[in-house]
Nanobody, 119 residues
Framework: QVQLVESGGGLVQAGDSLRLSCAAS????????MGWFCQAPGKEREFVAA????????NYASSVKDRFTISRDNAMNTVYLQMNSLKPEDTAVYYC????????????WGQGTQVTVSS
């Protein structure tokens, strides 16, 4: 059974940094594209960042580019999201997700971790 478990969220002030982690089990991690999404209260879930199975290619939402960095450690079955220069508008529940390389659909999702940025 596939499990994605996020950690690292919390309450920080504007300008601070956080690093989120997502530990995966029950799947061949190196075969999956990994993504981070966020959902703020009253809003739809939004794409944040994704990284290819090898880690060579990454893409970001325009709102986080130059502030957030996605990375992965295939030996540890873990994907990370380094979040710098946090803003109050980054406040949301952050989810990691996994999809197979040739698929556009994310098949597996974590339970989410709350990030709250105070001004």
């Amino acid at each position: 059974q596939v499990q994605l478990v996020e950690s690292g969220g919390g309450l920080v002030q504007a300008g601070d940094s956080l690093r989120l982690s997502c530990a995966a089990s029950g799947l061949t991690f190196s075969n999956y594209v990994m993504g981070w999404f966020c959902q703020a209260p009253g809003k739809e879930r939004e794409f944040v960042a994704a990284i290819t199975s090898s880690g060579v290619m990454r893409n970001y939402a325009s709102s986080v580019k130059d502030r957030f960095t996605i990375s992965r450690d295939n030996a540890m079955n873990t994907v990370y999201l380094q979040m710098n220069s946090l803003k109050p508008e980054d406040t949301a529940v952050y989810y990691c997700a996994a999809r197979q390389r040739l698929s556009e659909k994310y098949d597996y999702w974590g339970q989410g971790t709350q990030v709250t940025v105070s001004s």
